[in-house]
Structures are given as structure tokens and as C-alpha cells.
């Protein structure tokens, strides 16, 4: 899924936080967790501002919320963020996923994080769940 979900309603310059466009992007999202049994929590923390490219981020999260929602089943879905330096990591996790279902779904979104010098990798824990962990310098570009 593509999305291209402005974070800015208008042209006026605003600080953004990541915990906003995730409870954004997890409310776009609800209709399908709900179909599939399953719910999203956002742990990322209130205070995590964007600077990087927030529409090319919106469409990055939105894909792995959205490939994740559609692969759920009976799952929590957790969404937490940590910041390191002037990078942020993004970890989705689903208690129910299978590995080998996402892996090839999120090629497309791979290519998407690459945009923004970003990353994208997806781990597989004995205990049926799954990580997608999403990394992205926290940079705004220099025209």
C-alpha cells in the first residue's frame, strides 16, 4: 500500500512528533485491526520530533503498519521508537505474524525507506512473533 498521508494541513512550517503520525497512521489502520481480531499499541514516546522527510516517513510507516495489520490475526501490535544520536529506530512487533509472509511484502517498502537513507529488517523470535524494525537518519534535508 502506498500512502500519502500529509502531516502538515498547511504550508505553514510545524514540528511534527513521531507519536503523532503514528497514532495517525494507527487510526487509518484500525478498521483492518479490528477485521483481523487484532489491536495496535503505540509506545513511541510524545516527545520524538520529525525532522526528517514526514511524507516520504508517512508512507514508509503506513506500508509496515498496514502490511503487518493485514498479516495479523488475534495480535497485539506494538509500535516503539528510540532515538539514538541523529537516527531513530522504529520496531513494529506482532505477536502472530509468520516471518516468511512479511519478508516478501516489505521488499517494496524497502526500496521507499532507501528515499530517506532509511532501513528496514525484519526478525523472527521462536515465540511466533515478529519484528520489523525500521532505522532512518533524523535529518531534515538541505535544499
Known amino acids: ?13 510545524t514540528t511534527k512528533t513521531l507519536d503523532q503520525l503514528v497514532n495517525l497512521l494507527a487510526t487509518s489502520a484500525l478498521p483492518a485491526a479490528v477485521r483481523r481480531k487484532s489491536f495496535i499499541v503505540n509506545d513511541v514516546p510524545e516527545r520524538l520530533a520529525i525532522e ?4 516520504i516517513l508517512a ?4 506500508s509496515l503498519l498496514h ?3 493485514n498479516h495479523a490475526d488475534n495480535s497485539c501490535i506494538r509500535i516503539n521508537a ?5 537516527n531513530i529506530l522504529v520496531n513494529v512487533k506482532d505477536s502472530s505474524n509468520n516471518y516468511y509472509s512479511l519478508a516478501g511484502d516489505l521488499q517494496q517498502v524497502q526500496q521507499l525507506a532507501q528515499k530517506m537513507s532509511g532501513y528496514v529488517s525484519v ?3 521462536k515465540e511466533k512473533s ?7 537518519p533524523n535529518l531534515a534535508k538541505v535544499a
Open 67 to 69: 502490511t503487518v495489520v
Open 82 to 86: 528510540k532515538e539514538n544520536g541523529n
Open 52 to 55: 526528517a522527510d514526514e511524507n
Open 1 to 13: 500500500m502506498k500512502s500519502s498521508l500529509p502531516i502538515n494541513g498547511s504550508s505553514e512550517p
Open 59 to 62: 508512507s514508509v510507516l503506513g
Open 123 to 125: 526478525s523472527d523470535r
Open 130 to 136: 515478529v519484528t520489523i524494525a525500521f532505522s532512518f
